[in-house]
């Protein structure tokens, strides 16, 4: 007598697709931090009427100048910051490296040669024509002083410091944000895990004793559901940081406790015709308005709308 297998029903086969779906689903949804983000949308709008009055409440904020290319700039368009003394953006290009000064109607101002360093992703104005530049392979930063006359800029021979261990890739320091107030930088190690790092006694002043620390908040740090971080701005008026992710195509607003309290999306919605492509750099002025930038070559502008 020949025993046969008996071959399983459309049921079993239906079932066994539906746990493969289901798992599947699960892990995408780790992987890309869904589940946060979902949970993060349903408590901004419960705590909206609280927030939208004690912070800068990104809801609020629409696209008035979209996708603008950069002129003379083909690719890698990568980080921006506000300096309020020239009235002006300062961006950063890595390939071919140059530093970009940038009107708030993104038209280039002049362009700054950049030696020395392997790999520029970001930009943060200090004050008194101060920068820190960050280089993400070697995850170091450095302070180079520019004002109207710099035409350029050799990275051997400034001041520097390393935040990190080792050789990052391109996985390594991908934003930048100074807390004047405080007087401590923060800077974003863009994944494999995301962190920011919090660095005070950098740049010293001269003749000052050198005593840098470098520190982090985990908590802070396990909370954000984003897949990476690519650009940070501080604002001074509320003390809060604002953390800009490439891959999850969003900018959150975090409070003074490092919790998620706003955010922008650059999917779709705040007057976006189209998706951000690539979003590398977030700067803030002074009133408010926001700038963002996006490789290959664009600038975006965003205002805050009666509510």
């Known amino acids: 007598m020949t025993n046969r297998r008996k071959k399983p029903g459309l049921r079993t086969v239906l079932c066994i697709?539906?746990?493969?779906?289901?798992?599947?689903?699960?892990?995408?949804?780790?992987?890309?931090?869904?589940?946060?983000?979902?949970?993060?949308?349903?408590?901004?709008?419960?705590?909206?009427?609280?927030?939208?009055?004690?912070?800068l409440w990104l809801a609020d904020y629409a696209v008035v100048l979209e996708a603008k290319p950069v002129d003379g700039v083909a690719d890698n368009l990568s980080g921006l910051t506000w300096n309020a003394d020239t009235g002006s953006l300062f961006a950063v290009v890595n390939n071919l490296a140059e530093i970009l000064e940038l009107s708030t109607g993104g038209e280039v101002l002049r362009r700054i040669g950049l030696t020395g360093m392997a790999d520029p992703?970001?930009?943060?104005?200090?004050?008194?024509?101060?920068?820190?530049?960050?280089?993400?392979?070697?995850?170091?930063?450095?302070?180079?002083?520019?004002?109207?006359?710099?035409?350029?800029?050799?990275?051997?021979?400034?001041?520097?410091?390393?935040?990190?261990?080792?050789?990052?890739?391109?996985?390594?320091?991908?934003?930048?944000?100074?807390?004047?107030?405080?007087?401590?930088?923060?800077?974003?190690?863009?994944?494999?895990?995301?962190?920011?790092?919090?660095?005070?006694?950098?740049?010293?002043?001269?003749?000052?004793?050198?005593?840098?620390?470098?520190?982090?908040?985990?908590?802070?740090?396990?909370?954000?559901?984003?897949?990476?971080?690519?650009?940070?701005?501080?604002?001074?008026?509320?003390?809060?940081?604002?953390?800009?992710?490439?891959e999850s195509r969003i900018i959150l607003e975090l409070d003074r406790d490092g919790h998620p309290v706003s955010s922008l999306s650059l999917y779709a919605g705040h007057g976006l015709t189209s998706p951000v492509p690539q979003p590398e750099g977030v700067a803030m002025d002074g009133g408010g308005v926001l700038y963002l930038v996006s490789e290959p070559n664009l600038f975006y502008v965003f205002r805050p709308q009666p509510g």
């Open 17 to 55: 697709a539906a746990i493969v779906a289901l798992v599947a689903a699960v892990a995408a949804g780790w992987h890309f931090r869904l589940f946060g983000r979902a949970s993060f949308t349903v408590r901004e709008w419960w705590y909206a009427r609280h927030w939208r009055e004690r912070s």
């Open 121 to 246: 992703e970001a930009v943060e104005y200090i004050g008194d024509g101060f920068y820190i530049l960050s280089d993400e392979r070697g995850q170091k930063l450095f302070q180079v002083f520019i004002d109207a006359g710099t035409e350029s800029v050799d990275a051997r021979a400034l001041q520097r410091i390393t935040v990190g261990s080792g050789d990052a890739g391109n996985k390594g320091v991908e934003g930048l944000a100074w807390d004047a107030s405080g007087k401590k930088l923060y800077a974003a190690k863009e994944k494999r895990p995301i962190h920011i790092y919090e660095v005070t006694g950098f740049p010293n002043a001269p003749g000052a004793m050198l005593n840098i620390e470098v520190t982090s908040d985990e908590a802070r740090d396990d909370r954000l559901f984003l897949t990476d971080i690519s650009g940070l701005h501080f604002n001074e008026r509320y003390g809060h940081l604002l953390v800009l992710s490439d």
